[in-house]
């Protein structure tokens, strides 16, 4: 059973940083992309930023771009989402997933299976 567990998440003031992280467990070979997704209040679920698991390869949303970067530690099965300069508009529900896809299609939730719980993000200006 493939299991999903963020953590990180709090409130900040507007332009502060946060990480947040997400370890995998279980059948982890299923999957080689591990993303971030985001959902505020009222909207649709975002893709924020994935990363293929052997290849490395990574995406990021435009809207974060520049802002907010995705990283690994393979060792430890566990994705990073470093986010800087931080705005209200980020303020959502962020969760990590796991999926079998290609690099063109990371960001789409809908190829995504494994999710995990979400971790809160809430930015005050």
């Known amino acids: 059973q493939v299991q999903l567990v963020e953590s990180g998440g709090c409130s900040v003031q507007a332009g502060g940083s946060l990480t947040l992280s997400c370890t995998l467990s279980g059948y982890t070979s299923s999957s080689n992309y591990m993303g971030w997704f985001r959902q505020a209040l009222g909207k649709e679920r975002e893709g924020v930023a994935a990363?293929?698991?052997?290849?490395?390869?990574?995406r990021h949303a435009d809207s974060v771009r520049g802002r907010f970067t995705i990283s690994q530690d393979k060792a430890k099965n566990t994705v990073y989402l470093q986010m800087n300069s931080l705005k209200p508009e980020d303020t959502a529900l962020y969760y990590c997933?796991?999926?079998?896809?290609?690099?063109?299609?990371?960001?789409?939730?809908?190829?995504?299976?494994?999710w995990g719980q979400g971790t809160q993000v809430t930015v005050s200006s």
């Open positions: 990363i293929g698991t052997s290849s490395g390869l990574r």
């Open positions: 997933a796991a999926a079998s896809t290609a690099l063109a299609r990371a960001l789409d939730y809908g190829e995504y299976k494994y």
